[in-house]
């Protein structure tokens, strides 16, 4: 479920960098033909491009977290095991019953296991939003730029 909302979160990310974009407004501040305003927004966009290697109309893809091993219950190998000897160790000290501290320890440590690795997805894809907003920014400020070289006002 988390990897979908990952994938969520970045098409997110993707809709409102195009909206960014889209709400730039181009005034031919010199009388400038419509035909004329489109040829240099055009060039403005391919210059932008260059200069950030960002294109609005081709967002990067979706990076992918760094992926662990992980078992079919979705937790790294070993973390079950890891946990029965703790629990067993603490359940023997506490209670005199080891078996039933294994038990507690193996599901708390897959638990753990399975939020930790959420967790990272979650970090992955917001490190991957503010790259492309960041990205979006600086695409935007450099058309910006260029625009205004060639005798627009741009907000």
Not at 58 to 83: E, F, I, L, S, V
Not at 144 to 152: N, P
């Amino acid at each position: 479920m988390s990897v979908i909302r990952a994938i969520t979160t970045l098409a997110i990310a993707a809709s409102i960098a195009g909206a960014a974009y889209a709400q730039q407004y181009v005034f031919p501040a010199k009388g400038q033909s419509p035909e004329q305003q489109k040829k240099d927004e055009s060039d403005c966009h391919a210059w932008a491009v260059g200069q950030t290697g960002f294109d609005p109309a081709q967002p990067p893809p979706a990076a992918a977290a760094p992926q662990q091993a992980k078992t079919a219950t979705g937790t790294t190998p070993g973390a079950g095991a890891r946990g029965a000897v703790r629990g067993a160790a603490v359940g023997e000290i506490v209670g005199g019953d080891a078996r039933t501290g294994a038990a507690a320890g193996a599901v708390a440590a897959r638990g753990q296991s399975r939020r930790q690795g959420q967790a990272q997805q979650q970090q992955a894809a917001q490190s991957q939003q503010q790259a492309t907003s960041s990205q979006q920014a600086a695409y935007a400020k450099a058309r910006a730029a260029c625009l205004e070289g060639k005798g627009y006002t741009v907000k």
